[in-house]
């Protein structure tokens, strides 16, 4: 729903939480004692799916089982349009506001002193009962990422405990994709052994639990050995359906009514959306989707390893494309799950309550994830090195260390130097040098303190962190030793060679233990080397006489969001994603606004200055992407910058993750303060650097 729309309910929200605060008691549910529950055998099937999780969360968390009940139950569950609505219309809970909210659920204290769980629709209330087991303490990724949840003396919740909740996208699905070197290899060999199909209903059972726990409600399946898949049959539909989940094949079988004519959004692969919906097609009447990656195979290069798609940019183009109308459907393009964790749950988290993940912000998003999966205790630490590992790998990926590139199936797999003068590539070496102690020494805590949940953190933190550290020390001090530098200097080219093969050889050891834990469950799933591209390879050992490239001389750096002065429309303001862009500081400007960047230098004759701007490599919202540039008042410069999807451009933008646009300005006094103003001419326009220097010499020929 719109913004307004969200405003107008949470407003009802807040009423319906103070009325029901003035008349409920607490509740509690005390450790090793039955759990009583009313639900009504004639529930949907999903209904019954959720009782069943809850039913083993609660046996894990409380020792407790649960059992049905009547009138006295201390639980009682059930949808308005469902059987047990006479039930419900018993405990004095006032159920309006669930009134033309699909999928939405209450869960509230009575005054009584029990707990009703009730959803408009069936589905709603499944969410509701999932909802419970996250009062639990059990995450999403109990199973999936080996999160053990805590076993607690009781579960109390407080006097007046109300939560209503309603989904902002009506379609929120998961597409799984290139399930060869991961999911498929694993479920065939390690968890499923046996099963005739290509995956088959066991992995598909964990799927759709996942997808429940997370209020997924659509599934997309991967095309690859459909021929032989269990989730191309009747069957997996149906057992689909038992977890509230729609089932289909491609952007339309799936879809219910109108929607079904697949008015998408798509992103390019890399994260950038593609297309933004029209006037027109914002009137169509089974609205707007978007389809977008954090995995991606084909050119200019694969990601299908870390898991590294920013959570930023994510979030970014996300929020974009819903206020922009496309909050009817989202997909997301999730790889085989594995090592996508973090940005599963973010996708789903927007895609439920938008306005949430807003007002927390993806920083403390990512903290809270960890503390839920991992432990509190540590969360902020985690938190701060992730958000380092996903700022460093936007950067470069790990999967693009080598420079090499694919064209159609074709890889050209000769390596190459980075761009990157010799204080950069140090400088990033330094970084990564910290972060690997930072991560091992926090992982040797958890060890300590949190044996029960380290399975989580090596998953979830440290196997993607150090085997990305290790990933760029192989290609970092391979250009070093292959120009003849060494990178201590007790070092000499041999041992930083050396050094190569050994982070070569370490992210295999690493991938190893990820495949050893729990005993082997995850035997086969973590794949250092998909589609065994050039880049898994050890680096050769080959000589280059020619220079690194020489660091550049700047006369002033800047961030997008550290302007100095700025002329912005009201509300229609983005405020700056923190941890966005290269910078982690990049800004999006809005349409006909202005922002200026201030630096002081004194300069000892005329001359020009070159500006070189990095902005986002974002698409038109409308039909074109520009901006103007102008210095201490000089005539204003315009530019555009879109590149066409496969274009050459492209293929550099999305590798490097910035646009370069650069200006040559005259300078209209020497001393003193100098302005430099950008003004966006379109929606989309997101500054991440802008670098001063001065302008190149031009010579007639």
């Not at 499923?192 to 639990?209: A, D, I, L, S, Y």
């Not at 196997?463 to 000499?492: E, V």
């Not at 370069?660 to 379109?682: C, E, K, M, Q």
Request: charged fraction near 20%; hydrophobic fraction near 40%; include cysteine.
């Amino acid at each position: 729903m719109p913004r307004r729309i969200l405003k107008t309910f949470a407003t009802t929200l807040v009423m319906a939480m103070t009325a029901l605060t003035l008349q409920a008691s607490a509740f509690v549910l005390p450790a090793r004692q039955p759990v009583t529950a009313f639900i009504d055998e004639d529930e949907s099937s999903v209904v019954a799916t959720a009782v069943s999780l809850l039913e083993g969360d609660l046996s894990r968390v409380l020792q407790a089982p649960l059992s049905r009940a009547g009138r006295g139950a201390q639980i009682i569950i059930g949808s308005l349009n469902g059987p047990a609505a006479r039930q419900l219309s018993r405990t004095g809970v006032d159920f309006s506001n669930l009134a033309g909210h699909a999928q939405s659920f209450l869960v509230a204290t009575t005054a009584d002193g029990r707990l009703v769980v009730a959803g408009s629709d069936a589905v709603g209330t499944a969410y509701g009962i999932i909802h419970l087991t996250r009062l639990l303490g059990v995450t999403p990724w109990e199973w999936w990422a080996d999160a053990e949840p805590a076993v607690l003396p009781e579960l109390r919740l407080p006097e007046g405990y109300v939560s209503l909740q309603s989904p902002d996208v009506a379609y929120r699905g998961l597409r799984l994709s290139d399930i060869e070197w991961g999911l498929q290899p694993w479920a065939n060999a390690t968890y499923e052994p046996g099963t005739p199909f290509f995956v088959g209903p066991r992995t598909m059972q964990r799927v759709f639990e996942l997808m429940l726990r997370l209020r997924l409600n659509l599934f997309w399946p991967p095309t690859e050995g459909a021929a032989n898949a269990y989730f191309v049959s009747d069957e997996c539909k149906a057992q689909a359906a038992d977890y509230g989940i729609l089932f289909g094949h491609g952007p339309a079988q799936a879809l219910p009514d109108a929607m079904a004519q697949p008015l998408m959004c798509v992103d390019d692969g890399f994260g950038y959306i593609s297309h933004f919906p029209t006037p027109e097609e914002t009137a169509h009447a089974g609205g707007n989707g978007v389809y977008y990656h954090v995995s991606y195979r084909g050119e200019p290069h694969d990601y299908l390893w870390l898991g590294t798609a920013s959570p930023f940019l994510m979030y970014q183009q996300l929020s974009e494309a819903y206020y922009h109308g496309a909050y009817r459907l989202w997909v997301l393009d999730a790889g085989d799950i594995k090592p996508l964790e973090y940005q599963l749950q973010l996708f789903a988290d927007m895609g439920w309550d938008l306005a949430d993940v807003e007002q927390t912000t993806v920083a403390r998003h990512i903290e809270e994830f960890i503390a839920a999966n991992v432990s509190r205790d540590i969360a902020r630490l985690s938190s701060i090195y992730l958000k380092e590992h996903y700022h460093l790998s936007f950067q470069c990926k790990p999967e693009h260390l080598a420079g090499t590139r694919l064209n159609g199936s074709t890889e050209d797999g000769a390596v190459r130097d980075l761009p990157w003068g010799e204080r950069r590539i140090r400088h990033r070496l330094g970084r990564y040098d910290q972060l690997q102690r930072n991560v091992r020494w926090i992982a040797d805590s958890v060890r300590r303190v949190h044996p029960e949940r380290y399975y989580a953190f090596y998953q979830l933190v440290e196997y993607p962190i150090l085997a990305a550290a290790a990933q760029n020390d192989k290609y970092l001090m391979a250009q070093l030793a292959r120009h003849g530098r060494s990178y201590l200097r007790t070092d000499n080219v041999q041992s930083t060679w050396r050094r190569s093969d050994e982070a070569h050889n370490l992210v295999q050891t690493l991938t190893l233990q990820y495949n050893a834990l729990r005993g082997g469950k995850w035997q086969g799933y973590m794949n250092s080397n998909p589609r065994a591209l050039a880049v898994f390879q050890p680096v050769p050992h080959v000589n280059d006489a020619a220079p690194l490239p020489a660091d550049p001389s700047d006369i002033a750096v800047f961030y997008g969001a550290s302007y100095n002065a700025s002329s912005f429309a009201g509300s229609s303001v983005l405020d700056p994603v923190l941890g966005l862009g290269a910078s982690i500081r990049a800004m999006p400007v809005p349409k006909e606004c202005n922002v200026t960047y201030r630096f002081a230098h004194r300069f000892a004759q005329p001359q020009d200055l070159e500006v070189e701007l990095h902005l986002l490599p974002t698409h038109p919202i409308e039909a074109q992407q520009r901006f103007t540039i102008a210095l201490d008042g000089g005539e204003p410069q315009t530019f555009t910058y879109d590149a066409a999807v496969g274009s050459e451009v492209w293929r550099q933008n999305v590798t490097r993750n910035y646009a370069v646009v650069t200006a040559r300005l005259p300078l209209t006094r020497l001393d003193g303060d100098h302005d430099l103003i950008f003004t966006a001419l379109d929606d989309g326009v997101v500054i991440d650097e802008v670098f001063v220097r001065n302008a190149p010499a031009l010579f007639e020929r």
